[in-house]
C-alpha cells in the first residue's frame, strides 16, 4: 500500500484569498481582499468574554451552545425578524457560520444532492457543498442590481435539487435582497418542497435605508428555512468562531450533533462575550456601525470611480465589486496582480466568485477597515493614471 491523500482533498482548494493576502505580505501593501474587518472589537463583548475566563467558564459548554448566548439570539430574531424562537430547540451555537453551513449539509443533503447557488457566490459555500458530497448548480445574475430569472432556477431544478443558499446582504455583490426577490425564492422553494439555507452575516450592514428581510420570517418558511449567520463580522470577531444555525427542531438536533462531532462546541467564554454584546448594544450602536461602514463604502467607491476602476456600489455588506477588464492580463488573477504590484492594493480576482469567465474582469476590495486605510488605499489606486494605459470604450 502506498501512503497517498484521500481523493477527498481534490474536492477543497487553498483559497484565492488566502494566496493573496500572502502575496500581499510579501510585497507590504495595503490589504484589501481577505474580509478580516481590523475595527475595534466592543467594550461590552470583550469584557464579558473576559469576565468569562476569569471566573473560570473555560471548559466545554452545551453542544449546541450556552444558555446565554441561545437566550441572546431568541431575543434578536424576535426583535429583528418577528420569529418565535426557541432557546431550547431552534438554536446551535456553532463554530462560526461556516460551521452552520458545514453541519447543516451534513445533517440534511444526501451525496449527490443538488445545491443551487447564485453567481456570483461566496467560494466557501460552493466549496462546502462539494465537501459534503452534494453538487453545486449555478444561477447566473446581472450587474448591477444581480438580479435573477425565475426561468433560470425553474429550468435547472431536477429531481435531485434539496436546497437553494440565499446569502442577504451578499458576498460579494453587497446585494441586499428585496422583500418581492425573496417572495419569489420561498414559493419556488414551497413549490418545489427543498431547502432555502440563508447565509444572513451581514444583516446589521445595510445601507440607504434598505431593509434587511430574513427569509424564515416570510409565509410559509420556518420549516424550511436554515439561518446561518454569526459575530464575526458585526463584532469584528472573526477569529472567535462564533456562528450560528437557527431553524426548526426537526432540523436543529442533527445539525447540532454534527456540531457536537466536529467542533464539540464554540469556544464557551467566547459565546458569552458574544451574549453580552447582543444584550447590551441596542439598536442606535448597530445603526451607528452601519453608518461608519457606510462612509467607508463612499471612501473607497470614490476613489474606484476616480482611478477609472468603475464600482457596482454595494447596497449592504462590506466588499466592492469593480471593473479591472482595462488592466493588463488575461484573466482576473493577472490583473489583481498587477494592481498589487502596481498600487500596492491587494484585492480578490473574481474567478473565485463565478465557476465559468464571468468573473475575469472584475476584483473585489473589502472595505473593513480603518478609515486611514481605506483612505491610503483610494490614495495608492490613483497611481494608475500614472501609467497611462489606454482604457477601451
Ligand atoms: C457570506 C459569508 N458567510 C460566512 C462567512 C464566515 O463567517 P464566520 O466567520 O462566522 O465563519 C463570511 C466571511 O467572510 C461571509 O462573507
Known sequence: ???????????????????????????????????????????????????????????????????????????????????????????????GATGALYCSCLALLEPGDEVMLFEPYYSYHESTIVATEAVPVFISTKAPDWSFSMEDLESAVTSKTRA???????????????????????????????????????????????????????PGM???????????????????????????EKWAEAIGNFSDLVYVCAPTPLQMGAAAGIVELDDEYFAKLADKYRRKREILCDALFEAGLTPCVPQGAYYVLADVSWLPGSDSKSRAMYLLDKTGVACVPGESFFKGTAGDDIVR????????????????????????IEKAG
Request: charged share 25%; net charge neutral; proline share 3%.
Open 1 to 95: 500500500m502506498t501512503l497517498a491523500l484521500s481523493s477527498r482533498h481534490e474536492w477543497v482548494k487553498k483559497s484565492e484569498l488566502r494566496a493573496m493576502s500572502v502575496e500581499c505580505e510579501r510585497v507590504g501593501g495595503i490589504n484589501l481582499s481577505q474580509g478580516v474587518c481590523d475595527l475595534p472589537v466592543p467594550e461590552p463583548v470583550v469584557r464579558a468574554a473576559k469576565k468569562a475566563i476569569d471566573a473560570g467558564n473555560n471548559s466545554y459548554s452545551r453542544h449546541d451552545g450556552t444558555d446565554a448566548l441561545r437566550r441572546a439570539l431568541a431575543v434578536k430574531y424576535q426583535r429583528l425578524a418577528g420569529l418565535d424562537v426557541d432557546p431550547e430547540t431552534n438554536v446551535v451555537a456553532t463554530s
Open 222 to 248: 420556518w420549516e424550511r428555512t436554515i439561518t446561518m449567520s454569526g459575530l464575526s463580522k458585526t463584532f469584528s470577531i472573526t477569529g472567535w468562531r462564533i456562528g450560528y444555525a437557527i431553524c426548526s
Open 164 to 218: 437553494i443558499i440565499v446569502n442577504t446582504p451578499s458576498n460579494p455583490s453587497g446585494k441586499v435582497w428585496s422583500r418581492e426577490e425573496l417572495l419569489q425564492i420561498a414559493e419556488f422553494a414551497k413549490r418545489h418542497d427543498i431547502f432555502v439555507f440563508t447565509d444572513e452575516i451581514y444583516d446589521l450592514f445595510v445601507f440607504d435605508g434598505l431593509e434587511h428581510i430574513s427569509m424564515a420570517s416570510l
Open 365 to 388: 476590495f473589502c472595505f473593513a477597515k480603518e478609515d486611514d486605510v481605506v483612505e491610503e488605499a483610494g490614495r495608492r489606486l490613483q497611481k494608475l493614471k500614472a501609467l497611462g
